[in-house]
């Protein structure tokens, strides 16, 4: 409902997953293969070869060291000002920049490949690989990163000394994640072994009233307020809390040790990579409800007022020609975005209209008649430019 009181759409929030589901199965690409833009780019295997396999530790290390690189090349890119989605090297290829060894093609495409499959053997089982899979396979967009980069930033802002100690050295680094090749020279000069699974600790822990802040700080802000979802992800988190000896927090292995009739003291925390992936499925959740919501007003926005149902079996059957009928205009979309974000302004609405408006008209249709408004489609190509869907 708008702030005018004109019901846009009568439906319970439970219903618009089921709906969501069936435009999602309606959407599904037989062809495309996991990561198929970054296997893309990859050599293919040769009949009966075996796939490479390395150490956990030297997965470990490589998912940490393209992920900071990823993030350091984001957040540079944000402070100059420069943060034009269209033109960032996206993560898949930032992984394949990343492994480049000129001397040496093939064996950079064999890291590539034991990359590609050291992360599809444990994602799901690992909570990191998980994560670095969905980057890699990049089907969730620029949003998904975003939102990503912003609430690590969070995180590492918050947990100070307990994120830099537990990480070492290597990671502080800037150079260190540039790319494999400098990752390697950095810990060589430690005098630590890429293999060696004790150098590169498994498990980050972030003490759990530091998890509790974020949550709150990333779902109960002005982009993003659910006390639902807070309520939710809190409850997991006292699930998944362990106590954690404060020592092991902070690395502190010099601290005066406790006498044996004092036991240590401890920290109940959560696993970094645990606690982001419970964070980015609950987004992924919010971002699928609101693209559901903003679909539907699209493809009634012709008729003013949406019905009080969705009928699954007309909408499989005209979802194609809706994209191309439903058309809305600027005062239409800015009620729309209203709808989901009650803080956004016109002139966001503006540049994400004039966005979607070029992707739908570009010159090579110039010939043709011009369109009297945007479609979802091309809506949903501007808000991933903006990264709408990401904004907290």
């Given at each position: 409902?708008?702030?005018?009181?004109?019901?846009?759409?009568?439906?319970?929030?439970?219903?618009?997953?089921?709906?969501?589901?069936?435009?999602?199965?309606?959407?599904?690409?037989?062809?495309?293969?996991?990561?198929?833009?970054?296997?893309?780019?990859?050599?293919?295997?040769?009949?009966?070869?075996?796939?490479?396999?390395?150490?956990p530790s030297w997965l470990r290390y490589c998912m940490r060291g393209v992920l900071f690189g990823a993030l350091q090349i984001y957040s540079e890119n944000r402070l100059s000002?420069?943060?034009?989605?269209?033109?960032?090297?996206?993560?898949?290829?930032?992984?394949?920049?990343?492994?480049?060894?000129?001397?040496?093609?093939?064996?950079?495409?064999?890291?590539?490949?034991?990359?590609?499959?050291?992360?599809?053997?444990?994602?799901?089982?690992?909570?990191?690989?998980?994560?670095?899979?969905?980057?890699?396979?990049?089907?969730?967009?620029?949003?998904?990163?975003?939102?990503?980069?912003?609430?690590?930033?969070?995180?590492?802002?918050?947990?100070?000394?307990?994120?830099?100690?537990?990480?070492?050295?290597?990671?502080?680094?800037?150079?260190?994640?540039?790319?494999?090749?400098?990752?390697?020279?950095?810990?060589?000069?430690?005098?630590?072994?890429?293999?060696?699974?004790?150098?590169?600790?498994?498990?980050?822990?972030?003490?759990?009233?530091?998890?509790?802040?974020?949550?709150?700080?990333?779902?109960?802000?002005?982009?993003?307020?659910?006390?639902?979802?807070?309520?939710?992800?809190?409850?997991?988190?006292?699930?998944?809390?362990?106590?954690?000896?404060?020592?092991?927090?902070?690395?502190?292995?010099?601290?005066?040790?406790?006498?044996?009739?004092?036991?240590?003291?401890?920290?109940?925390?959560?696993?970094?990579?645990?606690?982001?992936?419970?964070?980015?499925?609950?987004?992924?959740?919010?971002?699928?409800?609101?693209?559901?919501?903003?679909?539907?007003?699209?493809?009634?926005?012709?008729?003013?007022?949406?019905?009080?149902?969705?009928?699954?079996?007309?909408?499989?059957?005209?979802?194609?020609?809706?994209?191309?009928?439903?058309?809305?205009?600027?005062?239409?979309?800015?009620?729309?975005?209203?709808?989901?974000?009650?803080?956004?302004?016109?002139?966001?609405?503006?540049?994400?209209?004039?966005?979607?408006?070029?992707?739908?008209?570009?010159?090579?249709?110039?010939?043709?008649?011009?369109?009297?408004?945007?479609?979802?489609?091309?809506?949903?190509?501007?808000?991933?430019?903006?990264?709408?869907?990401?904004?907290?």
């Amino acid at each position: 409902e708008t702030d005018s009181g004109q019901t846009l759409w009568k439906c319970s929030i439970k219903e618009s997953d089921a709906i969501a589901d069936h435009i999602a199965a309606g959407n599904k690409l037989s062809y495309r293969l996991p990561c198929h833009s970054f296997r893309s780019m990859l050599p293919p295997f040769v009949e009966g070869e075996r796939h490479p396999i390395l150490s956990p530790s030297w997965l470990r290390y490589c998912m940490r060291g393209v992920l900071f690189g990823a993030l350091q090349i984001y957040s540079e890119n944000r402070l100059s000002g420069y943060d034009n989605s269209t033109n960032r090297l996206r993560f898949p290829e930032h992984v394949y920049c990343w492994f480049a060894d000129d001397k040496d093609q093939a064996s950079s495409n064999e890291d590539r490949w034991a990359f590609y499959h050291g992360l599809k053997l444990s994602s799901t089982s690992n909570s990191e690989c998980w994560l670095i899979q969905n980057l890699l396979d990049d089907m969730q967009g620029e949003d998904f990163f975003s939102f990503l980069a912003h609430s690590i930033a969070n995180i590492k802002k918050q947990s100070g000394k307990y994120w830099d100690l537990q990480f070492g050295e290597v990671f502080s680094c800037r150079k260190a994640t540039a790319n494999k090749l400098q990752l390697v020279d950095t810990i060589q000069q430690q005098g630590v072994c890429f293999e060696d699974d004790e150098s590169c600790a498994a498990n980050i822990w972030i003490p759990i009233e530091i998890c509790k802040e974020i949550i709150h700080q990333l779902f109960y802000s002005d982009w993003i307020k659910s006390s639902e979802y807070v309520e939710e992800l809190f409850s997991n988190l006292n699930q998944l809390a362990v106590d954690i000896a404060n020592a092991l927090l902070s690395k502190e292995q010099e601290a005066e040790a406790p006498s044996q009739d004092e036991p240590d003291a401890v920290t109940a925390s959560v696993d970094l990579f645990t606690f982001l992936q419970i964070i980015m499925k609950t987004y992924l959740s919010h971002r699928k409800k609101n693209l559901v919501h903003i679909r539907l007003m699209f493809e009634t926005a012709s008729t003013g007022v949406l019905t009080d149902s969705y009928d699954l079996q007309k909408t499989s059957s005209s979802s194609c020609s809706s994209d191309q009928k439903s058309l809305v205009s600027v005062p239409q979309l800015y009620q729309i975005l209203q709808t989901i974000w009650q803080s956004i302004t016109l002139e966001e609405t503006t540049m994400i209209y004039r966005d979607a408006y070029d992707t739908l008209y570009p010159p090579s249709q110039w010939n043709k008649t011009a369109p009297d408004g945007i479609n979802y489609q091309s809506f949903l190509a501007a808000a991933e430019r903006h990264s709408l869907f990401s904004r907290v």
